[in-house]
C-alpha cells in the first residue's frame, strides 16, 4: 500500500499562472480532505470530497479555488491566477469513510514568484 | 465553532527526560476524537495518538501518553524517555463526529527541541 500520494512536492509558479495539485488517495479510500499550512501554523481545512461530490468546502476561499474528486483518477485542487500569498504547504489526506483515521500525504509546497 | 489553542509556541527537553505538551479545545459537543500529530522537517503528517471523548481511559502508546481533562476541555501530551528522533513540531487537533463534520480543527503548534 503506497499511501497517500501527492505530486508534485515542490511546485513553483509566476503570479498569474495556474497550479494544479494532484493527490492520489490509499487504495480503498473514498474521502478526501486538502488543507493549507501556511509558515509557522497549524493546518487549515478546504475541502472534504468523496468520489464526485464535494461534501464540505467551507474552508476554500470562494474565488480562484477549486477542487474535484473524479470518479477514476486523483483529486485536484486548482488554483487559477495565482499570488504570493498562496505559497504554501498543500496536504491531501484520505480515509475509507467516516471511521476517525486519516492517512496524510507528503504535502506540495507550493512557491509563488 | 471549534477551536483549539496550543499555548507553548516552543518547547526544549533533555534527551531521555519527560515532556508534557499543552492543548486546550473548545466545543459544545459532549462526543468527539482528539489527536496528536508530529511534524517532523519532512514535513510529513504522522499521527501520534488519539483518543474518543466517550472514553474516561486515557490513550497510551509506547513513551507517549495524554491527560484528557473533559470537563476542562484540556487534552496534554506526555512523551516519557524522550529520543533526538522525537524532536519535531506537535499539532494537537479536534475532530467532530458529527455527520459531514469530519473536518480536523488543528491547533497552531509547538517545536519540541531534544537537547542531546
Known sequence: ?113 | AQTVTQSQPEMSVQEAETVTLSCTYDTSESDYYLFWYKQPPSRQMILVIRQEAYKQQNATENRFSVNFQKAAKSFSLKISDSQLGDAAMYFCAYRSLLQGAQKLVFGQGTRLTINP
Not at chain 1, 89 to 108: N, Q
Open chain 1, 1 to 113: 500500500n503506497a499511501g497517500v500520494m501527492q505530486n508534485p512536492r515542490h511546485l513553483v509558479r509566476r503570479r498569474g499562472q495556474e497550479a494544479r495539485l494532484r493527490c492520489s488517495p490509499m487504495k480503498g479510500h473514498s474521502h478526501v480532505y486538502w488543507y493549507r499550512q501556511l509558515p509557522e501554523e497549524g493546518l487549515k481545512f478546504m475541502v472534504y470530497l468523496q468520489k464526485e461530490n464535494i461534501i464540505d468546502e467551507s474552508g476554500m476561499p470562494k474565488e480562484r479555488f477549486s477542487a474535484e474528486f473524479p470518479k477514476e483518477g486523483p483529486s485536484i485542487l486548482r488554483i487559477q491566477q495565482v499570488v504570493r500569498g498562496d505559497s504554501a504547504a498543500y496536504f491531501c489526506a484520505s480515509s475509507p469513510g467516516s471511521s476517525y483515521g486519516y492517512t496524510f500525504g507528503s504535502g506540495t509546497r507550493l512557491t509563488v514568484v
